[in-house]
């Protein structure tokens, strides 16, 4: 099939909305949001990989077996998570006052929770909650905008993505600021696609998209108890072709990982590792994560210390094979690099990396001569504001 290059919108406010058959709403009391998303489609999900689960992802894993979902409802300020029989009854229930508000069957709506581990939800409030959206789901930038913002916690600024191919669309909000490692991170991630794509093969794609994009992200090295990407298929757009599905999925998912490491509890810089050269992809996804979630790498990108002494210490625990006389690493902006490593021999001046450095990104890139294997991770530098956001979480 002859396409154009897929045009990737990481800032449009209206992403999931200016989607066929999507429609969205959301409201905020506090740090108690809800938002609802309404579409009918084939779907599938990619959960987290704690063995403590929240009761809605429990709920969920049974649910997304029958590969459809005609809505979403999601709240923010409690994972409901350590609940029990009582939370997993929550979540049939949030499913059922979704329903009565977006009048489809309960049994076809998905939930997701994110928030503080450990505490019911307030039923009577998602109650309320959902009774006010009941006519207020839409398709205009506001709804989204809504929407959005209702799923955010620590979060200093609202994800969206979109993605436009040869004929379909792709587009996706999410959350996530903190405790962000692989298999997910505290995120939730909402993706919908008018393109039409069975349910089998929506799973297929978007694990390997998760695994290049969210799985590659890292704020804190935690894994979330309540992680959840979900991807629905209107089909409003008819068949497409597979490949060019499956990059523009991974375009998406990649804007969207990014956004969360720049929006990382406390961040003031993104790290972007690059991996190149490695033995193959599982190493380089290796090298790249471990570097990413070092808190030597991180505190070293905090100060602008070119101290890449820590970036090779840490690819050299990542499990991946390389052999430190061979390797070479740059430090750079995004737009310029400056070598630190050639080969194994040290550089002498530093003071070029360093000065590239003081910017909103560093960027690294490190060359294992070993292969042709080649991945990228994001994270975030570690600040005294990660400290201050999480030291007093609860109180």
């Given at each position: ?77 409690c994972a409901n998570v350590l ?144 992680d959840a990407t979900f991807l ?131 960027v690294i890139l490190l060359d ?28």
């Amino acid at each position: 099939m002859n396409s154009r290059p897929i045009s990737e919108i990481p800032t449009q406010i209206r992403s999931i909305c200016a989607i066929q058959g999507v429609r969205a709403a959301g409201t905020r009391d506090g740090k108690f949001g809800l938002s609802l998303i309404e579409a009918t489609g084939d779907a599938a999900a990619v959960f987290t990989k704690n063995i403590v689960i929240a009761e809605p992802v429990r709920l969920m894993r049974e649910r997304i077996q029958q590969g459809k979902l005609f809505g979403i409802v999601v709240n923010s300020g409690c994972a409901n998570v350590l609940t029990g029989e009582r939370g997993y009854q929550d979540a049939l229930f949030m499913t059922e006052c979704a329903a009565d508000a977006m009048q489809i069957d309960a049994k076809e709506v998905g939930v997701a929770s994110t928030g503080v581990i450990g505490r019911y939800l307030d039923m009577p409030l998602i109650t309320r909650q959902c009774k006010s959206l009941t006519g207020a789901l839409g398709n205009t930038p506001a709804c989204e905008h809504a929407a959005a913002d209702a799923i955010l916690t620590t979060d200093l600024f609202q994800k969206h993505a979109l993605v436009q191919a040869d004929g379909f669309s792709i587009g996706g909000i999410c959350k996530g600021s903190g405790m962000i490692a692989p298999n997910m991170g505290t995120m939730l991630a909402f993706l919908y696609t008018d393109a039409k794509i069975p349910a089998d093969q929506l799973k297929t794609a978007l694990q390997s998209a998760v695994d290049e994009s969210f799985n590659m992200v890292v704020v804190d090295g935690d894994t979330s108890t309540n992680d959840a990407t979900f991807l629905t298929a209107t089909g409003e757009a008819g068949r497409v072709d597979s490949a060019l599905f499956q990059e523009a999925l991974s375009s998406c998912c990649k804007s969207l990982a990014r956004q969360i490491a720049i929006d990382g509890e406390g961040a003031s810089k993104l790290i972007t590792v690059h991996v190149q050269d490695a033995k193959n992809v599982q190493d380089a996804r290796h090298a790249a994560w471990t570097i990413a979630s070092s808190p030597l790498v991180k505190t070293a990108v905090y100060g602008s210390d070119p101290n890449w002494g820590r970036i090779i210490a840490a690819a050299g625990r990542s499990g991946c094979e390389f052999d430190p006389n061979a390797i070479s690493c740059w430090i750079g902006n995004g737009e310029e690099f400056a070598i630190v490593c050639t080969k194994g021999v040290i550089s002498q001046d530093l003071s070029p990396a360093k000065a590239l450095m003081n910017g909103k990104e560093v960027v690294i890139l490190l060359d294992l001569a070993e292969g042709t294997g080649c991945a990228t991770a994001w994270g975030c530098d570690l600040t005294e504001g990660y400290i201050d956001i999480n030291g007093r979480y609860t109180t």
